[in-house]
Every structure is written in C-alpha cells, then in structure tokens.
C-alpha cells in the first residue's frame, strides 16, 4: 500500500506560480498511474491531470490545459503539478492519488480509478 503526502500549496496573486510536490512512501510509484483533483469549498471534486506508470502520456483538464504541467519522478517516489498563470477559479484543496488499475489510460479521469490519496494541499489564489 501506498501512502501520499502533498505540500507546496499557499496564496498566491492570480498570474503567479506554485509547484504542488506529493511524496510517496510505502512502495514505489513506479507501478502506480498518478493523479491530481481538487475541490473548492460547495463543489465536488474534479480531475486536474494524471500520468501514466512511465510518464509516456499525460492527461489535463480543459480548465488547466496549457497552465499545469504534470511530472513524476519515480527515482525520488515523487509526483509534481507545476502550475503556471493561475486564476482565482483554481483556488481548491489539491489531492494526490494513485491507481493500479489495468484501465487507467481509459479512465483516468474518474475518482473512482484511485484507491489511494493524499490529505491534501491548500492552494488559493486572490485577485
């Protein structure tokens, strides 16, 4: 069993930058697809982008395409959203998860994918 743990979020002014990093430990993440949702305050939570095992695909929400960037680092156990040009709409607590799952490249965007999450990093963006 995997376990997660986020960190990097905070405030920001909208047009600024954070890099979210999640640490795993456990077992490595090198056998796991990963992924970030997030959920603001009176909303469900939502997909924000996944990688594959190996990093050979990646995967974004409409809302954040061309904003976030998605990595992994499975020599450090590590997951990362680079995310660039944020909007006060991006403000939201920030969950890692991860899936085994043999279907992962199909549904990826599903929270029902991952057994395994994080607690979470707070991220909020003012205007």
């Known amino acids: 069993q995997v376990q997660l743990v986020e960190s990097g979020g905070g405030l920001v002014q909208a047009g600024g930058s954070l890099r979210l990093s999640c640490a795993a430990s456990?077992?490595?993440?090198?056998?796991?697809?990963m992924g970030w949702f997030r959920q603001a305050p009176g909303k469900e939570r939502e997909f924000v982008a996944a990688?594959?095992?190996?990093?050979?695909?990646?995967y974004y929400a409409d809302s954040v395409k061309g904003r976030f960037t998605i990595s992994r680092d499975n020599a450090k156990n590590t997951l990362y959203l680079q995310m660039n040009s944020l909007k006060p709409e991006d403000t939201a607590v920030y969950v890692c998860?991860?899936?085994?799952?043999?279907?992962?490249?199909?549904?990826?965007?599903?929270?029902?994918?991952?057994?395994?999450w994080g607690q979470g990093t707070q991220v909020t963006v003012s205007s």
């Open positions: 990688v594959t095992r190996n990093a050979g695909s990646t």
């Open positions: 998860c991860a899936s085994n799952s043999y279907y992962f490249s199909t549904y990826y965007h599903s929270d029902s994918m991952y057994p395994y």
């Open positions: 456990g077992r490595t993440i090198s056998t796991y697809g």
